[in-house]
């Protein structure tokens, strides 16, 4: 009953489904020692090592222990957590499919709505299999940043894109993902049997204990114009001389300065220096983008692929090649730049 | 902007352009937000919703305003304030508007002035004035025939993107139309693409630009022998803007194009080989004549004018309000006009989206260049009192270039 398919890709609708007929409580699952420490051993993959196993030898534990380890992450409730453990599974799922046949790739994509179909084609030696709708592409690879993801290196005719193999399962690897995302972010508080809560806790410890190790860079502590990136660095001498800056740019700088820790008082003078700008005006639109007015969300600086079609990407340099945001360009240079000083003096 | 009378009049005749027609509507009407510019006024009234044609254009006789927007947008609570409205998709919008396009007749009609030092120049606004680096001018801008053409064709060149690379259906999912003033809107409404969100939008927008393009991910590699074409999109379009690009380049065009005099000339000693090369789909051949870094600058450049001229900010943004088809815009009077794809090659918006015919008026212009409207020339003026059919009179009224003689 409980075949291959369902124990590799649990999310599946029909796997989902066979759950739901076993009907198994919470209370009952301590009765299943296997499905409980398997649930236990995805979860702890996940922290350790960022990906999950396959194990084939038993599919209905393989299956069960699924729904299992979302309860455990939902329960621990920890944002980190859940993009971590979503993400180990997009893998896991994808190192099975890239291995199947084309037949259960299409099945599988069209689980997730796909709008996909088996084209068999060869160009420049590379062998296609798929022929994907653009939308179901886009809402997938749009977050990829390597050129031959882009929408414009592919071939694309009459609204589908050639995909291989390899490409398919990468792009279901996102669904996965996303969709487990969704699952474990609905965190809930239920009572559970004590021999379950135990297993909470100890999951609980193993991700404080490794949390750590992905630490976040840091930024100067006084804003360095001399790590400006290029883009940053035209737009703002431009309205330091005077030069008229678009919508556009005028928000990649302002949101630029303050996530590289300028004040918003600093910020707006800038702009009210320039006899042209109503300073009121500049104000607002300075706190807008801090986050103290509207949405009150505060802006990021748009991503270099953003900046690229908008025209204000103009000469990157070799630093720029390894970043996606003009911060991360601002964040490496200005310790490099750090390092450098301290060598001098 | 046209005086007290002139507005009243101008009202007047929009009022009796709107109580006369049906007025045409966006799909799911009810779900979009609208926004009107009234006469005289620079700040917009928004966050209105109307449930049918027929309240729409109520408002619009009881209101006359100038400018008549809606949202690409579909929400849940359109005349909610933004954070509140609840986004369910939108439309997919391209703007192609003479003023980003380089067209060499805006030196015969387009002026500006600095609001600093009055310093006055012909053409394209520069970016700060030459002379007292100020950044703010008066803007002078005429709709013009060979303007109007050279939007029209970025508008085909996107037509035939969005129908051969993107399949859209040119019948069900693609409605172009006329501005009202110096270009066309094209608008995409399908199911797929409704809930796109902004980086796949951007996606979009590069593809129609060829940003970001790489020649070696279309086959530009020196291990392939031939190249696979008759695949369509950018594969096929590449080769072929390659081809047209250096059979027409010189030297200046390839300076142009970044290439150093060297370079370019030895480019244009080899091009036959090149175009050969092309020709045969053996672009592998090409890198043994040619270095990678000029070939990336050559491929630039060709793309750059293949691609279709379209505005990047208006088609990414989610919220995006439109001037609505089938209403009039205010600094011209002439009708924003929906224009069915077959035909757009023969469209003439200067004849067929005029509102206001019959009768004469005399005005007193200040200033207009050579104009045609409604199939007449007209002009220049400067500084007259004349008598001009009701569409050009009101043409200039609204540009705001000539007032009600005595
Ligand atoms: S790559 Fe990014 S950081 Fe570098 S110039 Fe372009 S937009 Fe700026
Ligand atoms: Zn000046
Ligand atoms: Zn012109």
Same mark, same amino acid.
């Given at each position: 009953?409980?075949?291959?398919?369902?124990?590799?890709?649990?999310?599946?609708?029909?796997?989902?489904?066979?759950?739901?007929?076993?009907?198994?409580?919470?209370?009952?699952?301590?009765?299943?020692?296997?499905?409980?420490?398997?649930?236990?051993?995805?979860?702890?993959?996940?922290?350790?090592?960022?990906?999950?196993?396959? @194990?084939?030898?038993?599919?209905?534990?393989?299956?069960l222990?699924?729904?299992?380890?979302?309860?455990?992450?939902?329960?621990?409730?920890?944002?980190?957590?859940? @993009?971590?453990?979503? !993400?180990?599974?997009?893998?896991?799922?994808?190192?099975?499919l890239?291995?199947?046949?084309?037949?259960?790739?299409?099945?599988?994509?069209?689980?997730?709505?796909?709008?996909?179909?088996?084209?068999?084609?060869?160009?420049?030696?590379?062998?296609?299999?798929?022929? !994907?709708?653009?939308?179901?592409?886009?809402?997938?690879?749009?977050?990829?940043?390597?050129?031959?993801?882009?929408?414009?290196?592919?071939?694309?005719?009459? &609204?589908?894109?050639? !995909?291989?193999?390899?490409?398919?399962?990468?792009l279901?690897?996102?669904?996965?993902?996303?969709?487990?995302?969704?699952?474990?972010?609905?965190?809930?508080?239920?009572?559970?049997?004590?021999?379950?809560?135990?297993?909470?806790?100890?999951?609980?410890?193993?991700?404080?204990?490794?949390?750590?190790?992905? &630490?976040?860079?840091?930024?100067?502590?006084?804003?360095?114009?001399?790590?400006?990136?290029?883009?940053? @660095?035209? %737009?703002?001498?431009?309205?330091?001389?005077? @030069?008229?800056?678009?919508?556009?740019?005028?928000f990649?700088?302002?949101?630029?300065?303050?996530?590289?820790?300028?004040? %918003?008082?600093?910020?707006?003078?800038?702009?009210?220096?320039?006899?042209?700008?109503?300073?009121?005006?500049?104000?607002?639109?300075?706190?807008? %983008?801090?986050?103290?007015?509207?949405?009150r969300?505060?802006?990021?600086?748009?991503?270099?692929?953003?900046?690229?079609?908008?025209?204000?990407?103009?000469?990157?340099?070799?630093?720029?090649?390894?970043?996606?945001?003009? %911060?991360?360009?601002?964040?490496?240079?200005?310790?490099?730049?750090?390092?450098?000083?301290?060598?001098?003096? | 902007?046209?005086?007290?009378?002139?507005?009243?009049?101008?009202?007047?005749?929009?009022?009796e352009?709107y109580?006369?027609?049906?007025?045409?509507?966006?799909?799911?009407?009810e779900?979009?937000?609208?926004g009107?510019?009234?006469?005289?006024?620079?700040?917009?009234?928004?966050?209105?919703?109307?449930?049918?044609?027929?309240?729409?254009?109520?408002?619009?006789?009881?209101?006359?305003p100038?400018?008549?927007?809606?949202s690409?947008?579909?929400?849940?609570?359109?005349?909610?304030?933004?954070?509140?409205?609840?986004?369910?998709?939108?439309?997919?919008?391209? *703007?192609?508007?003479?003023?980003?396009?380089?067209?060499?007749?805006?030196?015969?009609?387009?002026?500006?002035?600095?609001?600093?030092?009055?310093?006055?120049?012909? $053409?394209?606004?520069?970016?700060?004035?030459?002379?007292?680096?100020?950044?703010?001018?008066?803007?002078?801008?005429?709709?013009?025939?060979?303007?109007?053409?050279?939007a029209?064709?970025?508008?085909?060149?996107?037509?035939?993107?969005?129908?051969?690379?993107?399949?859209?259906?040119?019948?069900?999912?693609?409605?172009?139309?006329?501005?009202?003033?110096?270009?066309?809107?094209?608008?995409?409404?399908?199911?797929?693409?409704?809930?796109? *969100?902004?980086?796949?939008?951007?996606?979009?927008?590069?593809?129609?630009?060829?940003?970001?393009?790489?020649?070696?991910?279309? $086959?530009?590699?020196?291990?392939?022998?031939?190249?696979?074409?008759?695949?369509?999109?950018?594969?096929?379009?590449?080769?072929?803007?390659?081809?047209?690009?250096?059979?027409?380049?010189?030297?200046?065009?390839?300076?142009?194009?970044?290439?150093s005099?060297?370079?370019?000339?030895?480019?244009?000693?080899?091009? *036959?080989?090149?175009?050969?090369?092309?020709?045969?789909?053996?672009?592998?051949?090409?890198?043994?004549?040619?270095?990678?870094?000029?070939?990336?600058?050559?491929?630039?450049?060709?793309?750059?004018?293949?691609?279709?001229?379209?505005?990047?900010?208006?088609?990414?943004?989610?919220?995006?309000?439109?001037?609505?088809?089938?209403?009039?815009?205010?600094?011209?009077?002439?009708?924003?006009?929906r224009?069915?794809?077959?035909?757009?090659?023969?469209?003439?918006?200067?004849?067929?989206?005029?509102?206001f015919?019959?009768?004469m008026?005399?005005?007193?212009?200040?200033?207009?260049?050579?104009?045609?409207?409604?199939?007449?020339?007209?002009?220049?003026?400067?500084?007259?009192?004349?008598?001009?059919?009701?569409?050009?009179?009101?043409?200039?009224?609204?540009?705001?270039?000539?007032?009600?003689?005595?």
């Amino acid at each position: 009953m409980i075949g291959v398919l369902e124990a590799k890709y649990p999310f599946l609708d029909r796997a989902v489904e066979m759950v739901g007929v076993l009907g198994l409580r919470v209370e009952e699952l301590v009765g299943f020692g296997d499905v409980v420490d398997r649930g236990f051993e995805r979860v702890s993959e996940a922290i350790l090592r960022g990906v999950v196993s396959y @194990r084939g030898e038993n599919p209905e534990v393989e299956m069960l222990s699924f729904p299992v380890a979302l309860m455990f992450v939902s329960l621990i409730g920890d944002p980190f957590l859940d @993009r971590r453990y979503a !993400l180990a599974e997009g893998k896991r799922a994808y190192r099975l499919l890239r291995e199947e046949a084309e037949e259960v790739i299409a099945e599988v994509a069209e689980s997730f709505n796909w709008n996909i179909r088996l084209r068999r084609a060869i160009l420049d030696g590379q062998l296609y299999s798929f022929e !994907l709708h653009f939308a179901d592409y886009l809402r997938n690879a749009s977050g990829f940043h390597e050129d031959k993801w882009k929408l414009v290196n592919r071939v694309m005719r009459n &609204g589908y894109v050639l !995909l291989t193999k390899a490409e398919a399962a990468r792009l279901l690897e996102c669904e996965v993902e996303n969709l487990i995302l969704q699952r474990v972010s609905r965190h809930r508080r239920i009572e559970l049997p004590g021999e379950l809560e135990k297993r909470v806790e100890m999951l609980k410890k193993l991700l404080e204990e490794h949390r750590g190790q992905i &630490g976040g860079e840091t930024l100067p502590e006084r804003v360095d114009v001399e790590a400006f990136p290029p883009c940053i @660095r035209r %737009i703002f001498e431009a309205v330091l001389a005077g @030069r008229k800056a678009s919508h556009m740019e005028r928000f990649a700088l302002v949101s630029f300065l303050l996530n590289a820790g300028m004040s %918003i008082e600093e910020t707006a003078e800038l702009f009210t220096s320039i006899s042209d700008f109503d300073p009121e005006m500049t104000r607002y639109q300075v706190e807008h %983008i801090a986050g103290l007015r509207g949405s009150r969300t505060k802006y990021k600086p748009p991503n270099c692929d953003t900046l690229r079609t908008h025209g204000i990407c103009q000469n990157p340099d070799n630093l720029c090649r390894r970043v996606r945001n003009p %911060i991360t360009y601002y964040i490496i240079k200005a310790r490099r730049g750090r390092r450098r000083r301290g060598k001098t003096s | 902007m046209a005086a007290e009378r002139e507005i009243q009049l101008i009202s007047e005749k929009f009022r009796e352009f709107y109580a006369k027609g049906r007025i045409e509507t966006p799909r799911e009407m009810e779900r979009r937000e609208f926004g009107f510019i009234p006469f005289g006024a620079k700040a917009m009234f928004r966050h209105l919703s109307f449930s049918t044609p027929e309240d729409l254009r109520l408002y619009l006789v009881k209101n006359t305003p100038a400018h008549v927007y809606y949202s690409s947008a579909y929400y849940e609570n359109p005349e909610a304030e933004m954070e509140r409205k609840g986004w369910l998709g939108a439309d997919l919008i391209f *703007d192609i508007d003479a003023d980003h396009i380089e067209t060499p007749c805006k030196a015969e009609h387009d002026r500006w002035r600095c609001k600093g030092c009055g310093l006055e120049g012909r $053409g394209e606004t520069p970016e700060s004035c030459p002379r007292c680096g100020g950044i703010s001018f008066e803007e002078e801008k005429w709709i013009c025939n060979r303007c109007l053409d050279a939007a029209r064709h970025e508008a085909q060149k996107l037509l035939d993107i969005l129908i051969g690379d993107f399949g859209f259906s040119p019948i069900d999912e693609l409605e172009v139309s006329f501005t009202g003033h110096r270009g066309y809107h094209i608008h995409v409404s399908s199911p797929n693409i409704r809930e796109l *969100d902004q980086p796949a939008r951007r996606e979009i927008v590069d593809y129609i630009l060829g940003t970001g393009i790489k020649a070696e991910l279309h $086959g530009f590699k020196p291990s392939l022998e031939r190249l696979t074409t008759g695949e369509g999109g950018w594969r096929d379009r590449l080769i072929k803007a390659l081809y047209d690009y250096l059979e027409e380049a010189d030297l200046k065009a390839l300076m142009e194009a970044g290439l150093s005099r060297a370079t370019a000339s030895k480019i244009l000693e080899i091009k *036959d080989r090149l175009l050969q090369i092309l020709w045969d789909g053996r672009p592998s051949l090409a890198l043994r004549l040619i270095r990678r870094r000029t070939l990336d600058k050559l491929v630039e450049a060709a793309v750059e004018r293949e691609a279709s001229a379209i505005d990047t900010v208006v088609t990414t943004d989610l919220h995006r309000l439109i001037r609505l088809p089938g209403t009039l815009h205010g600094k011209t009077g002439l009708i924003a006009q929906r224009v069915s794809v077959e035909i757009l090659d023969d469209y003439d918006p200067l004849v067929e989206a005029v509102a206001f015919k019959g009768g004469m008026l005399k005005v007193y212009v200040e200033r207009a260049p050579r104009f045609s409207i409604g199939g007449v020339l007209y002009g220049p003026y400067i500084g007259e009192e004349v008598e001009l059919p009701m569409e050009a009179a009101l043409y200039l009224l609204c540009k705001g270039a000539a007032r009600l003689a005595g």
